[in-house]
């Protein structure tokens, strides 16, 4: 498995944010039966990579995250962050913090805020900056991002991929290693999604973070992903981990490269066959 | 269905009221309003309502109906200087019970929100709490508050205070589990990435919690300050000197017909009154929640 950092183009090489998922195990246990959610599951990701976790809904891997997280714990395994141990058998549960923000499937502005005050949420809660900083700084950081001009519209009023977008920024704001994305753009139209794609990779190639991204949509996967980790279903743990050779920056036009498509051939049939695992299984949505 | 739950939720790269002052939102919506069919709708359904009442009782003299004080008389009654059953609208009596019952129901309903709003956030927030107080809770909220009566007499020695203490006991269970409802009905992904973004316990409860359940917290003083306004009739019907119940009871006694109605639409209108200031409280605590409904066009 390669382990090298990805080259960002004309900026400093990351230095921070590798995850290591070290066979962990996740066993549920409603009513008593057991219900294995994560299998000895092993994964490492390099520092600042986009790492694209593919499978069909219900597999487990949002449970995955929810252990990177902190919302979660987990059975058996480690998982380290830059060496530090997030969770392990000992301490099953990892303490939620701004150096891993997650960006929720369905989204989780505060809509009783304005954009702006959500934006400035976490530095000004954990008293880093004090607010006029921060608003100089979500001002300046909403500005990069597009999205000048709705700063003190609340995020009712703002289309749905503005909205994604300002979590986005409100996750950037605390500077943190790690972006957890919970199949962000699952709600949004397939033109909406397209954008959207590039305006994170824009954002990406401004804020190298890492970035442990869920999705079951393989062009996405693979499109915005230096590697893409093909994840089986009930119990999940890495059926195929593909590393994506087209080089970044990438935009739309990648779509129809040869090498975009040989891509997709190669790993097709494996999602394919995990989709239709879940789908005879008869899993719910999760 | 998890696919149609994911849907946007607002209507997109519509930004219509952006910049609009809490006046101007206000006047837009009224414009929506006036500019719907709505008003006219309302009138009619009032024409219909009041044409009904005279002539089912004044024209048709209806079985049941020719018995009730019919609208002329009401009418006549409630504008006349010198009322023949004492109340109208150049009595200054008529306005004392109108301030009781309002005093009354003010105390009851402060009171309720104060104690009613924290407890059903701490019956939300708390298992624990709600595990130890919820059963009582459940088990005292069906009691009707008439049958609250005797008891509130014995605990109070004074009628007035008896009388407060029944309306504030059926407004204090509806603003307390309508709190408790909407703490608990907070989606969990606002708690977790207020814990994701570094906020502490406290600041959990200060930025998501409350204003997350604002809404159905005056959703629950709707309730209340309607369930407040029922007990205190009640209370006011069976003991107690002025205040709307009283004069509605002891006309009926005295057969003082037209002066009940005159209570009773009374009663209506003060109530819409109240209902309708805490639902302003609300719209200005929740402008959020104002600009969605107006981007809604609602």
Redesign the interface.
Known sequence: MDLRAPEPRGGPAVTRGRILIDDVVKIYDPEGAAVMAVDHCSLDIAAGEICMIVGP?GCGKTTLLNAI???HDITSGTILLDGEVLCSKDKPKAE???D???V???G?L?????NLDNVV??PV??GKLGRREAVDKGRAMMADAGLAG?E???P??????M?RRVEIV??LM?DPKVLLLDEPY???DSL?KSVMHEALLEIYYRNKVTIFFITHDLEEAIFLGHKVAIMTTRPCKPKKVLTVDIPHPRDYGVLTSKRFRELIEETNDAVHEEALKAFQAGEK?G | MPDALAQPRGPTDRAQPEEMSRLGLTMYRLSLWLQSPRPYLMVVGFALFLGFWYLAVEVWRLPRFKEMPGITTVIKEWLSPNPTYGLSFHTAEYYQHIGMSIWRVAQAFFLATVLGVPFGLFLGWSRKFKEYVFPVFELLRPIPILAWVPLAIVMFIATESAIVFLAFLASFFATALNTMLGVESLDESYTRAASCLGAGKWQVFRHVILPGALPFIFTGLQISIGVSWFSLVAAEMVSGQYGLGYVINTSYMMVRYPTIVIGMITLGFVGYATSALVRIAGDYLMEWRVRELALAER
């Open positions: 809904s997280a902190g919302f939620p913090g701004p891993r923000i997650v929720f499937q369905n989780a505060f809509p009783w805020k304005t949420f976490g809660m954990q709705v003190l519209n609340y009712g009023e703002v289309s749905s991929g909205r409100r996750a605390n699952r709600a949004l909406t949505e």
